[in-house]
């Protein structure tokens, strides 16, 4: 009866899903790819005109085990016609075209009827990359269904997830003896996409139609594994449950860190989260600098007393007006710690390894905000990175999900992930480059700031990260509750710029910004 009942419970929400995904095809997919779109790493969005001039594309279909026209039909009914139509193996195919771009596709498939002119297009507004990449859905029974919304390139995602898809558009003159990657198209669109994420651009239209994608090749993870190793001859990639990846990085010396608190009264919360740190943090090498904003309660005066006795513990009180920047930017101007890490009074440690995992990423010299996935009590995720212009400002996809809930977009522990911003509740950035971009802007009071800071770390190009396989207990709102400055939107409009309106290039227009569950846009969102 019970395997009954979860039967029937699975099949009415994949039912669901279906519908849904039926009435964004019908009502949002139109309008959302009228106009070419292009995402970079870390830039706007570019958008084209209706009329973008579509560069030449030449295609080569790629033989299937199991011989299939289903690509071969679809090149018939596209609104641009590829320059030329090619067969083989791509390394064999490729010697019989000149094309300047060529799209590979799996004989299997179908291509969407706007996906030769779309990524024409594309290559038409990013000259300078060398591979294109697309979404994605499957044919199924009831039409298309299970779609695979990508972010735009994301460096470090890529290593660990196979987010390029199965459709990619190269530049010949940029393959060289990449041609011959076995593990197509994976291996290859990782390789041109370079280490910094320079060399990609990303279509975020569903161009391909595939046949079932069922699990994800084992040569994957071993081309993975060969980039990691040109690229970084000391890192490694550990394979985990659930054909996930994680890499791994082994750290210079022994970096200290400094962990900087704020806090006003509220005890029990506090008590939690330093013994938490004490208690249960492997790394040694770290400091607590405990920020006393006014507190008055006889029991927070005794805890902080007793703390303040521990030598890993400093205390200092600073009773100004409470501003989150001025207070921390204080506590940062009189650290000599290699690294701080700001951090809420209503946080919890819950596993040991935490602190090296964001150290390993915090270390390296592109990187500048590092923060973990920040879970509920409840085990639900409270933060796995920030997307500006979700509602409106900034919000925190994949929020109020179980960690590894399944949505268009992923699921929030499929690897590192790429974010223009991280939040301040837990985020580790080297005091160098905290420095080099001066800091927090003491003008936003209480929210917004974390996102300034990263964007600023952005534009100097630092990147920032969640890294979702360290993970920590947020009791969200427990410190000072949800009151924001009204002066913290107005500058947060000044500062997010375009990413607020043309968008998020880490995030996907087809998904929504009115809630945090990744799922698909509706009708009635602009």
Known sequence: MLQQRFRSAVAGARSRSRLRYRDFQGSVEPALTKAARVHRFGEVPVVGEPRTRAEPVAVCVVPTARPSEQAQSSLGRQTTAPAQIVHGAPGEALARTRAAWVVFVDAADDLAPNAVERLGQAASLAPDAAVITCDEDERGLFGRVAPRMRP??????????????????VRRDRLGDLAREEAWPYGLALRLAGPDGSGQAHVPAVLRHARHRGRVPDHHARAARAVLQTREASARMDELSGGRRQVRRELTG??????????????????????????????????????????EESETSELVDRLGRQERVKVTRD?????????????????????????????????????????????????????PLLLYGDGRVQHAGAVLGMHDYAGHPFAGLKPEQGTPFGSATDGTRNWLAVTAACML??????????????????AGNDVD??????????????????????????????YIDPGDFER???????????????????????????????????
Not at 257 to 266: C, K, P, Q, T, Y
Not at 429 to 446: I, P, S
Not at 459 to 480: F, I, K, T
């Open 152 to 169: 735009g390139p994301s460096p470090d995602l890529l290593l660990e997830s196979d987010v390029a898809g199965g459709l990619i558009c």
């Open 254 to 295: 022994e970096p200290s860190v400094e962990i900087v608190i704020l806090f006003r009264d509220r005890a029990a919360l506090l008590q939690r989260c330093v013994e938490s740190l004490l208690r249960e943090t492997a790394y040694e090498h770290f400091r607590l600098h405990l920020v006393d904003n006014g507190s």
């Open 319 to 371: 009773k100004r007006l409470f501003n989150f920047a001025a207070l921390n930017n204080v506590a940062a101007r009189g650290s000599t710690a290699d690294f701080l890490l700001f951090l809420n009074n209503d946080t919890e440690v819950i596993a040991p390894g935490w602190l090296e995992l964001l150290l390993e990423h915090a270390q390296r010299r592109q990187v500048g905000a590092v923060a």
């Open 429 to 446: 950035v080297e005091r160098r480059k905290f420095e080099e971009v001066g800091g927090f802007d003491e003008r936003f009071v209480v």
């Open 453 to 482: 800071l990263c964007l600023r770390l952005t534009r100097s190009g630092y990147r920032s990260l969640c890294v979702s396989h360290a993970r920590m207990l947020h009791h969200e709102g427990g410190s000072r509750g949800d």
């Open 492 to 526: 947060s409009h000044e500062t997010y710029g375009e990413f607020r309106t043309i968008g998020d290039p880490f995030y996907n227009p087809a998904l929504t910004l009115r809630h945090t569950d990744c799922g698909l846009r509706g009708p009635e969102e602009p």
